[in-house]
T-cell receptor, first 111, second 118 residues
Framework: SQQGEEDPQALSIQEGENATMNCSYK?????LQWYRQNSGRGLVHLIL?????REKHSGRLRVTLDTSKKSSSLLITASRAADTASYFC???????????FGTGTRLLVSP | GAVVSQHPSRVICKSGTSVKIECRSL??????MFWYRQFPKKSLMLMAT?????????EQGVEKDKFLINHASLTLSTLTVTSAHPEDSSFYIC??????????????FGPGTRLTVL
């Protein structure tokens, strides 16, 4: 399977703390994207980082990409209860064609 | 952003019946749509790529005759689960790739359809 691996599988933190999720993938990529999914819902696109980029920021989100290690991390700073969701990384090796999703991290942020 | 809808959001059917799920891009044209399947607490697995006006491309292990895909227009793709069985129960999600405009080539996801086969 080409599916990426994410760790941790589950993460439980308090509001205000930072949450870090890691994603590893197996093949060369054109870009890597992070998505959030609330329980039983569709996916919300968070951020995209291209293979020639190393770091990207969007609000409280910070994404890094290390193509030599085939890994990425998503950092959510100053977490809120509303950040509780599952987070998936997804890679594409041909521009914006089909995505291969990671296994996901379930994040629980307690008030 | 661009909006993708799915209908129905939930469906319960009897074993042996067929179920059709619609995926629509509401405010943009999509030459390509993707169908994913997600089991509880699991990741999304790509089932097939649907191209407007041509046959869908199925991923390895996905039965073409079981999961019929039709992409008849630039705003609509349908997935029909034929002769559904309990093991087909799952969450089905579509995404649409934008053709043209400020979101050209980006993918937007529908809210998903929960299928339960009794």
């Amino acid at each position: 399977s080409q599916q990426g691996e994410e760790d941790p599988q589950a993460l439980s933190i308090q509001e205000g703390e930072n949450a870090t999720m890691n994603c590893s993938y197996k093949t060369s990529i054109n870009n890597l994207q992070w998505y959030r999914q609330n329980s039983g819902r569709g996916l919300v696109h968070l951020i995209l980082i291209r293979s020639n980029e190393r770091e990207k920021h969007s609000g409280r989100l910070r994404v890094t990409l290390d193509t030599s290690k085939k890994s990425s991390s998503l950092l959510i700073t100053a977490s809120r209860a509303a950040d509780t969701a599952s987070y998936f990384c997804a890679t594409s090796n041909t521009g914006f064609q089909k995505l291969v999703f990671g296994t996901g991290t379930r994040l629980l942020v307690s008030p | 952003g661009a909006v993708v809808s799915q209908h129905p959001s939930r469906v319960i059917c009897k074993s042996g019946t067929s179920v059709k799920i619609e995926c629509r891009s509401l405010d943009f044209q999509a030459t390509t749509m993707f169908w994913y399947r997600q089991f509880p607490k699991k990741s999304l697995m790509l089932m097939a790529t649907s191209n407007e006006g041509s046959k869908a491309t199925y991923e390895q292990g996905v039965e073409k005759d079981k999961f019929l895909i039709n992409h008849a227009s630039l705003t609509l793709s349908t997935l029909t689960v034929t002769s559904a069985h309990p093991e087909d129960s799952s969450f089905y999600i579509c995404s649409a790739r934008v053709a043209g405009g400020p979101y050209h080539n980006e993918q937007f996801f529908g809210p998903g359809t929960r299928l339960t086969v009794l």
